[in-house]
């Protein structure tokens, strides 16, 4: 079947102008980021879903996860694997740095604390300063679970600013992929 060419050209306008106008659509989902793409059935569940401490404080498999997790989600913020890099946003490593310093188990679990309290609620209801937008809220795409896990990752991210090589990266890709 072929349609006469002045229809064509009319299906064609059509389907173009479509295009422009969903492209120029207001998105009302702008603001919602597109979720990270990791595979979390290896982490441990977390019961207690925001409420700190950070439940997966240590682990490994959180730190591998959560690793890839913020290097989809908030690296073309913070810096490729939160090196800080990236201003003006804020290096996160800092959150909870100092707790390290602090001898007292008790105090120290409390330091610990506060830092995973203050980390998940900045997450959870991102930045706005003044009705401008820093940061977006990320409680409507991430569980507490890979939440956690990026925090995890963060913590044990590596110092210094250094903006990691292409092949370090590549590196670093076949070292996670190896695992597996
Ligand atoms: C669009 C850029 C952007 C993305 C993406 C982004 N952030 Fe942020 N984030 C910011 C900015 C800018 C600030 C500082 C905002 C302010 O203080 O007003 C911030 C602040 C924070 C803070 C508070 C830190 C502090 O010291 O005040 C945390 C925690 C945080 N971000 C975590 C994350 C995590 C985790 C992700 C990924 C899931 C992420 N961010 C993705 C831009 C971003």
């Not at 229809?7 to 980021?33: C, D, I, K, N, Y």
């Not at 990270?36 to 879903?49: E, K, Q, S």
């Not at 930045?127 to 913590?155: C, G, N, Y």
Request: proline share 8%; with cysteine; glycine share 8%.
């Amino acid at each position: 079947m072929s349609l006469p060419l002045r229809w064509r050209l009319g299906v064609a306008a059509v389907a173009a102008a479509m295009g422009v106008l969903l492209s120029h659509a207001p998105q009302a989902r702008a603001e919602t980021p597109p979720a990270p793409i990791v595979d979390t059935r290896t982490l441990p569940a977390v019961p207690n879903g925001w409420a700190e401490p950070n439940p997966l404080r240590g682990q490994a498999e959180a730190i591998r996860i959560g690793r890839d997790a913020f290097n989809q989600a908030c690296s073309r913020c913070h810096g490729v694997d939160a090196n800080g890099s990236r201003s003006p946003a804020p290096d996160l490593r800092r959150i909870g740095g100092t707790c390290a310093k602090v001898s007292d188990e008790a105090l120290r679990q409390r330091c610990l604390g506060d830092a995973d309290f203050f980390f998940a609620k900045s997450v959870r209801y991102g930045k706005k300063k003044f009705d401008i937008e820093h940061m977006p809220a990320w409680e409507s795409v991430l569980s507490p679970q890979l939440a956690w896990a990026i925090r995890t990752f963060i913590e044990n991210a590596p110092k210094g600013n250094a903006t990691p090589s292409v092949s370090e990266l590549a590196r670093q890709a076949q070292a996670v992929q190896g695992t597996h």
